[in-house]
């Protein structure tokens, strides 16, 4: 049996992932002097995609981690966020990124290559010796003795741990074995993403915002990552026929082109710099009410995937991560932990699942409701943003397990 060395007379955290939300996990139990091993299915541990937008709350749980240096030095600082109208290729509404926002939130709100973001927190782990990273690991069983858990990878490794976190994503078995094999919902969206050298991009093109262009049934997103180095484009659009567990469409440059014929020009100008050679089927979930059942907990995707709009995935994986840490420390009623993690977590999780769906909807507005969202937005103070996201954001000075813990 594989089974890691013991601290303190106890087993190891079994963490099965090894994502933003696996690695995260096991960084802040390291923290807390846990022993950790993480099962990753894949033979490395990397990232696929491009960008990922990173608000202030995702930065305190970076400080928890003990990452935000490492962080800081290698994100990219918008200037603004800016909503625009596809059709008409207007700016509705914008909120700056200034020193009022820093002051009120306590960070700035910043944009990574999630490479970059795994690589971070992968360089982390690996720099503790309390974690045991093990890739080529895929969980195929696992079983609550009420003691300890006992967990078997398809190769025919077995592991024992105290406990099994479980952050394996959107298509989570340990979630399915849990609580039921529904699988996640989606709208149809798909997305294609990627990112270019920004000296490709025309200066006209370019900009030092988070810019989102909202369209019927349709968005287009742009913002600069790595210090700016790199420009990150993404489309999606709505195909009705796509179901949970399609296969993402092979996107072509005629289909795009048709997609987002009625976008302003300046709009369609972006469309050659997207990168198609992969797409993406957008989905989230209803909010779950359990997270755990004895000594099994989920995180991340797993609990709660979220829709993209508020981009708020990741930094729930990182919260989760500080406060299920948190909430083990120095105990060793682990059921009594999870559940208290769970309880500090369900309700935020829920109404970002929620309120992520929301503005998804705005963005994709379609006929007087575009009209409605457009009127609506222009009368709005700039503010008027941070103001409704001041609860997800979190106010200055409030560390994540706090922050985490509130709802409003
Ligand atoms: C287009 C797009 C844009 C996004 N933009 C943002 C954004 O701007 N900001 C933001 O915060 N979030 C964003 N998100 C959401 C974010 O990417 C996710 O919420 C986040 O990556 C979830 O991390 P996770 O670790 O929970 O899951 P995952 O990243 O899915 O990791 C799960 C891991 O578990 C492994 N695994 C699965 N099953 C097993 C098994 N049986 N055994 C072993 N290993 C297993 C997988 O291989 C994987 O490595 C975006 C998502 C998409 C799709």
């Not at 030095?73 to 008409?88: F, K, T």
């Not at 025309?202 to 913002?223: A, C, I, N, R």
């Not at 009705?240 to 709009?267: C, D, H, M, W, Y």
Request: glycine share 8%; net charge neutral; aromatic share 8%.
């Amino acid at each position: 049996m594989a089974t890691a060395p013991r601290t303190r007379g106890t087993r190891p955290i079994i963490v099965v992932g090894g994502g933003i939300g696996g690695t995260a996990a096991a960084l802040a139990l390291s923290r807390r002097g846990r022993r950790v091993v993480v099962l990753e299915q894949a033979e490395d541990l990397t990232e696929v995609g491009a960008g990922i937008q990173m608000p202030p709350n995702a930065f305190k749980a970076f400080a928890a981690l003990g990452v935000l240096d490492a962080v800081q030095r290698i994100a990219a600082y918008p200037e603004r966020l800016v909503l625009g109208d596809m059709p008409s290729g207007r700016a509705v509404y914008q909120t700056p990124i200034d020193d009022a926002f820093v002051n009120r939130f306590g960070f700035r709100y910043a944009l990574m290559h999630r490479g970059d973001l795994l690589q971070i927190l992968v360089d982390a782990a690996r720099a503790s010796e309390l974690i045991t990273l093990e890739t080529k690991a895929r969980v195929v069983s696992f079983a609550d003795h009420g003691d300890r858990v006992a967990v078997a990878t398809e190769d025919g490794r077995d592991f024992e741990g105290d406990a099994m976190i479980a952050a394996d994503g959107l298509w989570s078995r340990t979630r399915a074995t849990l609580f039921g094999d529904e699988p996640p919902r989606t709208d149809g969206y798909v997305v294609c993403r990627g990112v270019v050298p920004v000296d490709r991009v025309p200066p006209s093109l370019y900009s030092q915002t988070v810019t989102m262009w909202g369209g019927p049934e349709l968005d287009l997103f742009h913002y600069p990552l790595r210090r700016g180095e790199i420009y990150n484009i993404g489309a999606s659009f709505r195909d009705a026929s796509l179901v949970p567990g399609s296969e993402p469409p092979a996107v072509t440059r005629e289909l795009l082109a048709q997609r987002f014929a009625k976008a302003a020009p300046q709009i369609r100008e972006l469309l050659p710099y997207i990168d198609l050679t992969r797409s993406w089927v957008l989905y989230d979930r209803p909010p779950l009410p359990h997270w755990c059942a004895g000594r099994v907990a989920l995180l991340g995707d797993a609990a709660h995937p979220t829709t993209i709009y508020i981009s708020q995935g990741a930094c729930m994986a990182l919260e989760d991560a500080v406060v299920i840490a948190h909430c083990l420390d120095g105990t060793n009623d682990i059921a009594a932990a999870f559940r208290n993690y769970e309880k500090r977590r369900v309700l935020r999780a829920a109404r970002i699942q929620l309120t992520s769906h929301q503005f998804g909807e705005i963005y994709h507005a379609v006929g007087v409701n575009r009209e409605l969202r457009n009127h609506l937005l222009a009368g709005l103070r700039p503010e008027a943003l941070c103001d409704t996201l001041a609860w997800v954001f979190g106010p200055a000075g409030a560390d994540c397990v706090t922050t985490a813990a509130t709802v409003a």
